[in-house]
């Protein structure tokens, strides 16, 4: 059985999903960066998704979120369905398009660990020599310089039928725990953080005298292609990001009990027990079946009020 996962009201995570064999199902094109920015507006729309960074490489999907409503599975679920159908029918094709079993995820506790991850999204096609700035990308992305601004992403010409709204409109918003500045503040703060990054990056691509791929070779690549590299040992994806050991201690704890109370509650319920109460953040139960769930205790760290 799935381990179950703890999803509460305004985590804030970063997300992965990967495409099967390291297939580059997502290459850049007109196409497929409407297919995205499409889905993915409109699934944040319908359950409450503030989407603070994006980016769509050629073979995963990179996102940082803060989780509203706590709804998060239900948003991957239905954005990564409905990207699975529509490219596929983009490549004529019906197979896999992406690699078994479900998205991983990993909470940011704090804000240093947000930053972190914020950045590291955002310089992936650097990372892999792709592109000189995050900026030349030429899939899906959501930057700095999206935050606050409106986007109105027509409806893609493939896969998409009537029932589907023509356009699909949602603000990329910036990361919480910046209350205290605005938006063009928060947006200078990053971008000064994401240069100073490109520049060291690029300074030690000249050292170590390696050339990037470029824009042209990228969008010529086929989609059916794979890494020429071997594919490398699975990493496993932390559960919880930080660097402060104390935090980390007790979100791993707090896990650790919510499935304790998850599995004898489960006991319970499979029994027929009456006044079963699964711990708060249950999420496949809550959904599909009439089971109580317990409120929200005290705020704590990985929550965008937290922050």
């Known amino acids: 059985m799935t381990r179950p996962r703890r999803h509460l009201p305004g985590q804030v ?37 503030e989407i603070h960074a994006l980016v769509v490489m050629s073979n995963h999907i990179h996102l940082i979120i803060t989780d509203v409503k706590g709804r998060r599975s239900e948003f991957m679920r ?31 506790l704090d804000r240093d660990a947000l930053e972190r991850k914020l950045l590291y999204t955002w310089l992936n096609p650097l990372v892999d020599d792709l592109v000189e700035r995050a900026h030349e990308w030429p899939g899906a992305k959501i930057l700095p310089c999206n935050w ?20 699909a409109r949602f603000t990329p918003q910036p990361p919480p725990g910046f209350n205290a500045s605005d938006i063009p503040e928060v947006t200078t703060h990053f971008e000064t953080l994401l240069t100073e990054a490109e520049d060291d990056l690029i300074a030690t691509r000249t050292q170590e005298n390696r050339q990037v791929l470029g824009v042209e070779k990228i969008l010529a690549s086929s989609p059916f292609s794979k890494p020429k590299t071997p594919s490398p040992r699975s990493k496993i994806i932390p559960r919880f990001a930080t660097r402060n ?7 791993i704890a707090r896990h650790r009990a919510f499935l304790t109370a998850y599995d004898h509650q489960r006991h319970r319920w499979l029994k027929g027990k009456k006044r079963v109460e699964f711990p708060c953040g249950t999420v496949w139960l809550r959904r599909n079946s009439p089971v109580k769930c317990r409120d929200p205790e005290a705020p704590e760290p990985g929550l965008a009020s937290m922050m």
């Open 13 to 49: 995570v970063a997300i992965t999903r990967r495409c099967f064999d390291r297939t580059f199902y997502l290459r850049p094109d007109d196409t497929m960066n409407a297919i995205a920015l499409y889905v993915f507006a409109n699934a944040a729309q319908t359950y409450d998704i």
């Open 245 to 251: 050991a104390a935090l980390l201690v007790a979100a």
């Open 148 to 167: 606050g601004t409106s986007i109105k992403i027509p409806k893609p010409d493939v896969y998409f039928g009537r029932k589907s709204p023509d356009f």
């Open 78 to 108: 239905d954005a990564m369905c409905l990207i699975s159908k529509a490219r596929n029918r983009d490549l004529d094709r019906t197979d896999y398009l992406w690699e078994g079993g479900s998205y991983r995820e990993t909470l940011l």
